[in-house]
């Protein structure tokens, strides 16, 4: 069957080769008199125009030419390509553009990205004697160019049609009453598309696509957002998907080994996304398809230790606070108890024993024959050590009973400081660092391999020994997966990322004809909500294939929910410390009161 198609396209070839010489010999007087061929060129020009409005003409081919003496009649801007090809890209609306050909071999496009935007435009052949309608669809239709017409000699008017045999349709001269001619030149030709493939494959990172054999057919069938896309699009043009049959299942594919593929034309729109930050030719990405930021998920911090906790409640603001309160509480009461500074010294204003017991909320000696202003100030004392001391009891017992997370990761010096090393695939770590000319040398603590398989592996597991780049969409399936921990184990920092807003777009072929009728089916979806609940879908869809493990991975270290001696050391060393402290201070006063 192979070798019979094989043969059939040589013969084709030759055909074609031989006929296209006799093509560039077509002369202006190969055909009747142009001068009465005029009015009916005319009027077909306008009866395309009434089908689909067109602003801009482009005349591929040399004159003398049928179509160059109806140039000065159209009044509308032309374009004149005598040698086939154009040098600049082509920057106007191809909607609204018209190609006039001379002949099957006089267009010759060598700009790619004038033949892409060129691909879907309205063209009309100039069809030459003995060409066979048939053959010159063929040959268009080999370049992916559908939208075709052809005039022939005697006025008749053919159109291409690529899904029914014979491949065009002959619209009869104007001078005819057949029904034919009233039908339309250009039409649609991808509406119903008979079953044609469409080459696909899924790069299987879950959860936008996912690969798995349906047991009761025993098929390969793709599902995930990017997929269910794709599916929804080859059910409605009633293609048919094509998948490789010897792919792997469950092994993730690189996505830069996809586009790799796309641009190699083995396939026509690959289930994968890809950023438009890192791919400088565009022409094999799709339409926008989502926008996400690229950062890191990070292990949440551990819970602070109960020895560390009363260095937390000490806030060097507050304790500076305290501090000028007691300075200030003990020049008042110096001044108040005699109305005087005869009694101040550094000793009383440091080391005021009222005071200090005061902001302890400790007892202390009422002064005899207090005044109204000692008063006074004696229950501003006792206020503040009420404040004081409430505070800080609430401090203690709240994080004792719920002891706060160290703190978090917000910048790459924070990474450096960590005990913790970022996880990535090194092609992806050079795609990364290509942009600050560095290589992955420089990432001192990354932490390469070699496969992106078990990169996305080890991020699955939710190895809390590392720091993983992932996207924001890919992070709400992870962030879904945690709420069936016995408690979370990452977030997803804000604060550190690689890209804050990148467009992500689908590879697909440069010249796959169904590209725009894609990319209308990619809007469509997102406006009626569908794309939307395929994402949110998304986790389900990943349980329901068993394509993730309903496993908790938090539950290796048990929660400690008892106060050692060891977590009281800091109150010992304190207690320890200010009992020596008051020895020294004591022998001081020792020695001064009895020596001096």
């Known amino acids: 069957m192979s070798a019979g198609l094989g043969v059939m396209r040589l013969f084709i070839i030759f055909m074609l080769g031989c006929l296209c010489p006799r093509q560039h010999c077509v002369q202006l007087e190969d055909w009747p008199d142009h001068a009465d061929s005029q009015p009916r060129l005319l009027q077909l020009l306008q009866r395309i125009r009434l089908e689909r409005h067109f602003e801009t003409i482009v005349v591929y081919g040399r004159a003398p030419c049928v179509f160059h003496e109806l140039l000065p009649q159209l009044e509308l801007p032309t374009v004149l390509l005598a040698n086939g090809s154009s040098l600049a890209d082509w920057r106007f ?18 700009n790619p990205h004038t033949l892409l935007r060129l691909q879907q435009a309205r063209r009309l052949v100039q069809l030459a004697p003995k060409i066979r309608p048939r053959w010159l669809c063929a040959v268009y239709f080999a370049r992916e160019q559908h939208n075709v017409a052809m005039l022939d000699a005697r006025g008749n008017v053919y159109s291409c049609r690529l899904f029914q045999q014979p491949n065009y349709v002959q619209l009869v001269s104007f001078g005819s009453d057949s029904d034919s001619n009233s039908s339309s030149i250009y039409v649609q030709q991808y509406g119903n598309v008979q079953g044609a493939a469409i080459i696909s494959e899924a790069d299987q990172l879950m959860p936008r696509s996912m690969l798995f054999r349906n047991p009761s057919t025993g098929q390969l ?42 641009q190699g034309n083995e396939l026509d729109v690959a289930a994968s996304l890809t950023t438009t930050l890192t791919t400088n030719n565009m022409d094999y990405l799709s339409y926008p398809f989502v ?62 024993d009222r005071c200090l017991r005061g902001l302890l909320g400790q007892a202390f000696p009422w002064p005899q024959q207090a005044s109204r202003h000692l008063k006074a100030i004696c229950l501003l004392l006792c206020f503040a050590s009420l404040m004081t001391t409430t505070m800080y009891e609430s401090y203690l017992q709240s994080f004792f009973t719920h002891p706060p997370a160290e703190s978090m990761l917000r910048s790459f010096a924070d990474f450096r400081d960590s005990p913790y090393r970022i996880a990535v695939d090194r092609k992806e770590a050079n795609r990364m660092l290509q942009s600050y000319n560095l290589t992955t040398d420089h990432a001192r603590n990354a932490f390469i391999l070699e496969s992106w398989h078990e990169f996305v592996k080890m991020r ?108 009281l050391s800091w109150i010992f060393f304190f207690y320890v410390s200010a009992n020596l402290l008051a020895c020294i201070c004591f022998a001081v006063e020792f020695c001064w009161g009895r020596y001096v």
């Open 460 to 567: 699955d597991t939710f190895n809390a020994s590392f720091i993983y780049p992932v996207t924001r969409l890919r992070w709400k399936s992870y962030n879904e997966q945690q709420k069936l921990f016995q408690e979370p184990m990452f977030y997803y920092s804000e604060d550190v990322c690689l890209h804050r807003f990148m467009l992500m777009c689908l590879p697909v072929r440069r010249h796959w004809p169904y590209r725009q009728l894609f990319e209308n089916h990619m809007l469509s979806m997102w406006e009626f909500g569908v794309m939307q609940l395929w994402v949110r879908r998304a986790f389900y869809d990943m349980v329901q294939l068993n394509m993730t493990k309903l496993v908790d991975f938090s539950s290796g270290k048990p929660e400690e929910d008892a106060v050692y001696v060891r977590d």
């Open 93 to 110: 609306n191809s909607e609204s553009t018209l190609l006039l050909c001379c002949g099957l071999s006089a267009e010759q496009e060598h």
């Open 291 to 352: 926008s996400t930021s690229y950062c890191f998920m990070i292990p949440l911090p551990a819970r602070l230790p109960y020895k560390k906790i009363y260095t937390v409640i000490v806030e060097p603001l507050v304790l500076g606070v305290l501090l000028l309160l007691f300075l200030i509480f003990s020049l008042l009461l110096i001044y108040s108890q005699e109305l005087s500074w005869r009694r101040l010294s550094l000793s009383q204003l440091l080391l005021n």
């Open 221 to 262: 069938e793709m599902v995930g957002f990017v997929c269910n896309l794709i599916n929804t699009f080859v059910r409605r043009l009633n293609a048919t998907l094509k998948l490789r049959p010897d792919i792997e299942l469950g092994k993730t594919i690189y996505y830069g080994i996809m586009e790799r593929r796309v």
